[in-house]
C-alpha cells in the first residue's frame, strides 16, 4: 500500500461526495445548499488538483484536466455567491441559488469524470 | 512543436509544488473556516459572525502579513485568539512554500536544465542562417570570432564549463549562443540547431578526432542540407570522414606539411596560399628561401615524420632527435634526446646544419631548441610548430623563419571554403601552378592590400543576382573582366578587387586576363578589400550605374532626361 495513492484516491473521492452533497436538493432553495459545504468542495477540490500535478501520463493529464474544470466551476460558483450576497446584496434569491447550484453541477460531472478515469485506472493496474 | 526537456522542467516544478500547495490551500481553508465560526459582536452589541467573504478577506491580509487591522468590527477575544493562530498558520505555510520554491530554483540541476531549454527555445527562435561551432578550443575560438565578425550568429557546444565561462565574458559582433554539453551524442547536436533550416554549416573542431568524425557523420545523417566542415588527426579519420562527402576535410599535420613543401618548391605560391589561408589576422609572410644542406629535425611525431620524409625526398642530409630512437621507426643516426640541451644539438651536428625544425609537441620545448640551437649557429633557419596559442606571444618574440600554428591553419582553411564552395577547386588548381603564375597574383594583391589578407566572395552572372549585367549581356554586348572590376565612383580606377576564378559549365578559368569576356552562368570567384564585393554587387544590380562603368558616361535618371540625351544624341 502507497500512503501518496491513498491520499490521492482521498481527495479525488472526498472532492466528489462533497460536490454531490452540496449539489443535492432543490435547485433554488438556498436552505437545501449549505455555504460550508460548498467552500469544503472547494478546498479539496483545489488540493485535489495541487496533488495531480506533474503527472506525466495521459491519465495523469486527464485527471488535471478534469479537476481544473472542477475548480473553474467551483470557483465561478463562488464568485456568483460572494456578488450576490455581499457586493450587490440581491441575497440568494431563486434564480442566484440556480446559477450557483448548476455551476456545481457542472462540477460534479468534471468531477466523477476525475473519478471514473481513477476507477479505470485502478482496474487496469490490479490486471496487470 | 513541444519540447520533452522542456515540459518536463514543467512537470519537475509541478511536482515539487505539490506539498507546499496543498499545505498552503490547508491552512488557508482552516483559518478561513475558524473564522466564520467564531462568535463576534458587531458595533451595535448584536452577537455576529463572520460569513466566508469577510473569513476570507481578513485571511488574505493576515496571511500575507499586510494586517489592516480588525474588520468590519472590532474583534471579540475568541476572534483574537483565532487571529493569532492563523496568523503563524498561514505566515508559516506561505515560508515553507517560498521556501521550497527558492530551493528548487537553486537547485544546480534544476538550474542547468533550466539554463538549456532557456538556449534550446533562443536557437529555435533564431530566423538567421547560423553556424554550429562544436569545440570550443583555440580553433573554435578563431572561428566564432572570424564568423560573428563577418556577420554570422554562431551557436557553440562545448562540453568544458570553463571554456564556456571564458566564451560568455567576451564580445562578439553577432549573437553567440553556448552550450555546456558533449558535442558526442547527436542529441545535443540537435537539441543544438543541427536539424533548423537556418544551420548554414556544422564546423567539428574539437580536440579529438573520433568525437569530429561522430560529430560530421551525425550532420550528414540527420541535416542533408548543411555543410559539414571538420579537422582531424590522422589519415584513416580524414579518409573515413571524405568517404560519407563531408564537405571539407581538414588534417593540420597535412596542411603543415603542404605548406613546408609549397614553401621549399614554390616560395611565392607558398606566401599567396598561407596569406588566402590563414585567418582574417593573417599576414603576408616575407619572402623565405629555404637552404638546401643539412637540417635537424627535433621531435618524431607525425609532424616530424612528415618533415623528414619531405626533406628527405629533396635529397638533403636529415638528423633526427628524438627522445626514443628505438622505437616508433626512427632512421638510423637519431641522436637521442629532446634537442634542449646544447649537448644534444651539438652531437647531431648543428654547427654545420643549414636549419633546425622543433616540431616537437610541447611548446616550451620547442621554443627552448630554437633558442638554444641559435646560440649554437645563429645562420640557422629555423622552423618550429606552435601546439596551442596560449604562448603565441612568445613564439611571436622567438622570431622563426617558418612558424607553424595547427589551430590557425585549421580556422584559416576552414573559413576559407565557408565563404564560397568555389574556394576548394580554387585551390586545387592553385596547387598545381608554378611559382611564376601565383608571384603575378600576389603582385595583383599587394597593389591594393598590404596586410590584411584579402577576403573571398563569389557570385553568378544571373538574370536574379545581377539584373543589369545581365540585360547588357541578353542585349549582345560584351563585358570584360577588366570592365568588371572599374570603380563605380571614377571608371578609370580600379575596384580593389581581383577575379581569381571563373566556373563556366565545363570549364574552369583560372585568374583570368582583364580582356576575358563574361557570359551568362558564369561563377565567379572574387577577393579582395572588405566591403569592395559589395559595390561591385551595387553595380550589377543598377543599370546606371553599370552603364557608367562600362563607358564612363553617366546615363540620366528620369524619363525626361533621357529624352533630352536622345534628342541631342
Known amino acids: 500500500m502507497n500512503m501518496s495513492k491513498v491520499m490521492f484516491g482521498f481527495f479525488v473521492l472526498l472532492a466528489v461526495t462533497l460536490n454531490f452533497g452540496f449539489f443535492i436538493g432543490d435547485i433554488d432553495n438556498p436552505q437545501h445548499h449549505d455555504v460550508y459545504e460548498l467552500f469544503a468542495a472547494l478546498v479539496v477540490g483545489l488540493i485535489a488538483t495541487v496533488l495531480k500535478f506533474g503527472e506525466r501520463s495521459q491519465m495523469g493529464a486527464i485527471l488535471l484536466a478534469s479537476s481544473l474544470v472542477v475548480n473553474l466551476h467551483l470557483i465561478a460558483a463562488v464568485i456568483v455567491w460572494t456578488i450576490a450576497v455581499h457586493v450587490t446584496e440581491v441575497g440568494l434569491t431563486p434564480r442566484v441559488m440556480a446559477s450557483i447550484v448548476s455551476l456545481s453541477g457542472g462540477a460534479l460531472l468534471a468531477n466523477l469524470v476525475s473519478l471514473v478515469l481513477l476507477t479505470l485506472d485502478t482496474a487496469g493496474l490490479s490486471r496487470r | 512543436m513541444s519540447n520533452p526537456a522542456n515540459s518536463s522542467l514543467v512537470f519537475l516544478f509541478l511536482r515539487r509544488m505539490r506539498l507546499p500547495l496543498t499545505v498552503l490551500i490547508l491552512a488557508y481553508s482552516v483559518a478561513t473556516v475558524g473564522f466564520t465560526l467564531i462568535p463576534g459582536v458587531d458595533d451595535q452589541g448584536n452577537p455576529w459572525t463572520m460569513n466566508f467573504f469577510e473569513a476570507f478577506y481578513v485571511v488574505s491580509y493576515t496571511g500575507s502579513t499586510i494586517g489592516f487591522g480588525e474588520v468590519p468590527y472590532d474583534f471579540s477575544p475568541g476572534q483574537r485568539l483565532w487571529t493569532m493562530v492563523s496568523i503563524y498558520l498561514t505566515v508559516i505555510a506561505w515560508l515553507f512554500s517560498i521556501g521550497s520554491i527558492i530551493s528548487l530554483l537553486q537547485d544546480p540541476a534544476y538550474r542547468r536544465a533550466l539554463r538549456r531549454t532557456r538556449l534550446a527555445r533562443l536557437v529555435r527562435d533564431l530566423d538567421e542562417p547560423f553556424y554550429l561551432v562544436c569545440g570550443y578550443g583555440d580553433t573554435g575560438r578563431m572561428l566564432t570570432r572570424a564568423l560573428t565578425d563577418r556577420g554570422h550568429q554562431v551557436v557553440v557546444v562545448e562540453h568544458n564549463q570553463d571554456k564556456i565561462e571564458l566564451l560568455e565574458v567576451e564580445e562578439f559582433e553577432a549573437p553567440v549562443t553556448a552550450f555546456c554539453m558533449n558535442a558526442n551524442l547527436p542529441d545535443n547536436l540537435v537539441e543544438a540547431g543541427l536539424r533548423s533550416r537556418w544551420c548554414s554549416g556544422v564546423i567539428a573542431v574539437t580536440g579529438e578526432g573520433h568525437v569530429n568524425l561522430k560529430i560530421a557523420i551525425s550532420a550528414t545523417l540527420l541535416n542533408h ?174 622570431e622563426p623563419d617558418f612558424l607553424g600554428q595547427p589551430s590557425s591553419v585549421v580556422a584559416g582553411t576552414i573559413l576559407s571554403r565557408i565563404s564560397s564552395s568555389l574556394v576548394e577547386p580554387f585551390t586545387q588548381q592553385l596547387l598545381q601552378q608554378d611559382n611564376d603564375i601565383a608571384r603575378q597574383a600576389l603582385a595583383g594583391f599587394l597593389r591594393h592590400q598590404s596586410d590584411h589578407p584579402p577576403q573571398f566572395s563569389s557570385g553568378r552572372i544571373s538574370p536574379r543576382r545581377t539584373p543589369a549585367l545581365a540585360r547588357v549581356l541578353a542585349a549582345g554586348r560584351q563585358v570584360t573582366v577588366g570592365k568588371l572590376l572599374a570603380d563605380p565612383r571614377d571608371w578609370q580606377q580600379r575596384l580593389h578587387l581581383e577575379v581569381l576564378f571563373i566556373r563556366r559549365q565545363q570549364q574552369d578559368i583560372l585568374f583570368p586576363a582583364d580582356d576575358f569576356p563574361l557570359a551568362l552562368g558564369d561563377r565567379l570567384l572574387l577577393a579582395g578589400r572588405d566591403g569592395e564585393a559589395d559595390r561591385l554587387r551595387a553595380v550589377l544590380e543598377n543599370d546606371e550605374r553599370l552603364e557608367y562603368v562600362l563607358t564612363g558616361r553617366d546615363r540620366q535618371q528620369g524619363l525626361v532626361w533621357q529624352w533630352l540625351e536622345r534628342r541631342s544624341g
Open chain 2, 225 to 398: 542540407k548543411v555543410a559539414v566542415y571538420a579537422s582531424t588527426h590522422t589519415r584513416s579519420e580524414a579518409d573515413n570522414m571524405r568517404s560519407f562527402d563531408t564537405d571539407y576535410v581538414v588534417n593540420p599535420v597535412e596542411e603543415y606539411e603542404r605548406r613546408l613543401q609549397l614553401a621549399i618548391d614554390k616560395p611565392d605560391l607558398f606566401r599567396l596560399y598561407h596569406w588566402l589561408n590563414s585567418g582574417p589576422n593573417a599576414r603576408l609572410a616575407k619572402p623565405v628561401s629555404i637552404p638546401r644542406g643539412k637540417w635537424i629535425v627535433c621531435g618524431f611525431g607525425r609532424v616530424g615524420r612528415a618533415v623528414w620524409k619531405l626533406l628527405q625526398e629533396r635529397q638533403m642530409e636529415v638528423v633526427v632527435i628524438h627522445p626514443d630512437p628505438e622505437q616508433s621507426g626512427c632512421p638510423a643516426g637519431t641522436v637521442p634526446g629532446r634537442g634542449t640541451q646544447a649537448e644534444e644539438l651539438s652531437a647531431a651536428g648543428v654547427e654545420g646544419a643549414v636549419g633546425i625544425v622543433a616540431v616537437t609537441d610541447d611548446d616550451a620545448d620547442n621554443l627552448s631548441i630554437l633558442i638554444t640551437a641559435r646560440a649554437l649557429n645563429p645562420g640557422l633557419f629555423q622552423v618550429v610548430l606552435e601546439n596551442g596559442l596560449s604562448s603565441h606571444a612568445l613564439f611571436r618574440a622567438a
